[in-house]
């Protein structure tokens, strides 16, 4: 499909205008048929007042990944049968309603993402076997009355992501042994954000070189997502860190904005804006907001929960941290600057290091030392 956004008109946008209606987020268009099919003000900010909901970009424009959630919002458990298609995958709140029925019954979907994919076919062909049904990895009519009809083993406590939890404190607080990818944005031809000499893409790689330096001498095994001449597509990324069978995805970016005074660093992890979010990405991301507002003094923006395919599509707890915006002067300053980025990458391996101590033996935010965890290390190594 086509980018769509304010100015823009025709029957796809006479779409997306019925959806937000549906959805109760715009008012059915009264006028003449050339208003119903207009892109205009209201409809732009029915968009954003979706996007913000389901934890999207909140841009006002149609993208795919708009598109693919508005169209995902019309579907409800039992409205079509589903089943997992490698070739054209499904996507929707229906699928989603299931893998939250599923979960709660006891078995593991996966990460509720609202695509149906190789573990949710599983999870439901073993439901179907346990409970006499025909296994044929299908949602239909039987299936869905049968999931409605049982009582839920577990509600509450978002027991997929306790299992996240769950694998985080039995491996315990050693770094060493932890695989972690690395993922610098951008890349290659894509320079990201450019200002004044700076890019993007440069900033990233090397921070995540000096951040695997700083892994590697802990004893963990860190991994970077791409080289400097390549920009891997988010879902490629995903796949990476999927293929590796990594316990950590973090991602680093620098932003951008209009205003010359947006200033700070935000961190991100995966959450759909309704109560389901990632424990560990959570956890994660708020240690990393809160290591790298006391040690660089970059205002704290804070960590908040998104649907984007780099957090989405991870089947491990993932991290998208923003470093500073490169249109702000003084951010730009201090990004500039090696000391700075050494900085950085010492707090992200610290936020680490306060996830697997799970509040055990801990220090103060901003007090930990590289030298602290390389001591941590070869004391619990003796």
Not at 115 to 142: H, K, M, N, S, W
Request: charged share 25%.
């Amino acid at each position: 499909m086509r980018v769509l956004r304010r100015g823009d008109a025709g029957p796809d946008v006479a779409e997306i205008r019925s959806m937000l209606a549906a959805l109760d987020l715009l008012p059915p268009a009264n006028g003449s048929p050339q208003e119903h099919g207009a892109f205009d003000m209201a409809v732009e900010q029915a968009v954003r007042a979706f996007q913000q909901r389901r934890g999207l970009i909140t841009d006002g424009i149609v993208g795919p990944a708009t598109y693919r959630a508005l169209r995902g919002s019309s579907y409800h458990l039992g409205s079509r049968p589903l089943a997992y298609l490698i070739s054209a995958p499904v996507h929707g709140d229906d699928v989603f309603a299931l893998q939250e029925r599923l979960t709660e019954l006891g078995f593991d979907a996966g990460r509720p993402d609202g695509v149906f994919g190789p573990q949710t076919e599983q999870a439901l062909r073993t439901f179907q076997r346990d409970y006499g049904l025909v296994v044929d990895g299908i949602c239909g009519g039987g299936t869905v009355r049968a999931l409605r009809q049982l009582s839920p083993r577990a509600r509450g406590g978002r027991p997929v992501f306790l299992r996240e939890q769950e694998q985080v404190r039995r491996s315990g607080p050693r770094l060493r042994g932890k695989r972690i990818v690395i993922d610098p944005g951008h890349g290659g031809q894509d320079g990201g954000v450019e200002v004044g000499g700076l890019r993007e893409a440069d900033i990233a790689w090397d921070l995540a070189r000096r951040l695997e330096g700083r892994m590697k001498a802990t004893g963990m095994e860190a991994l970077i997502s791409r080289g400097p001449d390549h920009s891997p597509a988010e879902a490629d990324r995903a796949a990476f860190a999927n293929d590796a069978g990594a316990d950590l995805f973090l991602s680093l970016h620098s932003d951008q904005n209009q205003s010359p005074y947006a200033q700070g660093v935000a961190s991100f992890h995966y959450g759909t804006g309704n109560g389901t979010s990632s424990t560990v990405g959570e956890l994660l991301a708020g240690f990393i907001q809160r290591e790298l507002a006391a040690r660089t003094g970059l205002l704290d923006c804070r960590a908040h929960p998104k649907t984007w395919e780099i957090l989405r599509l991870t089947r491990c707890p993932a991290v998208r941290v923003e470093i500073g915006y490169l249109t702000n002067p003084d951010d730009r300053r201090r990004l500039s600057d090696p000391a700075f980025r050494d900085v950085v990458a010492e707090g992200i391996l610290i936020a680490v290091k306060r996830l697997y101590l799970l509040g055990e033996g801990d220090q103060p935010t901003g007090t930990f030392t590289f030298a602290d965890v390389l001591a941590y290390e070869l004391a619990k190594a003796d």
